[in-house]
């Protein structure tokens, strides 16, 4: 079965920063691209950044030069390093397996105030 589970969500100052990991299981994930994904209340989940299965990076325009995606497939895991958090950026983030009917995880929280 397989399983993604997010974590390092939390609160922070704007301009501060935050790590977010995605922990997989139940697949090798050195053969799937993965990405990431925030979703505000009310709003629709939005694409935030992707990563393919040989470590190719693309993000959104609104996080390009804040954020960076990296994977360790030894460890299966995909980190979301985020930078310059500002308050639009508080949303459940959420990682993806990218692929058709691919798996979600649960969500983690972040929120930007001050």
């Known amino acids: 079965q397989v399983q993604l589970v997010e974590s390092g969500g939390g609160l922070v100052q704007p301009g501060g920063s935050l790590t977010l990991s995605c922990t997989v299981s139940?697949?090798?994930?050195?053969?799937?691209?993965m990405g990431w994904y925030r979703q505000g209340h009310g709003n629709e989940r939005e694409w935030v950044a992707s990563i393919t299965h040989q470590a190719i990076e693309n993000y959104a325009g609104p996080v390009k030069g804040r954020f960076t995606i990296s994977r360790d497939n030894a460890k299966s895991t995909v980190y979301l390093q985020m930078s310059d958090l500002q308050p639009e950026d508080s949303d459940v983030y959420y990682c993806?397996?990218?692929?058709?009917?691919?798996?979600w995880g649960p969500g983690t929280q972040v929120t930007v105030s001050s």
């Open positions: 993806k397996m990218n692929v058709p009917g691919g798996s």
């Open positions: 139940g697949i090798d994930v050195r053969l799937y691209p």
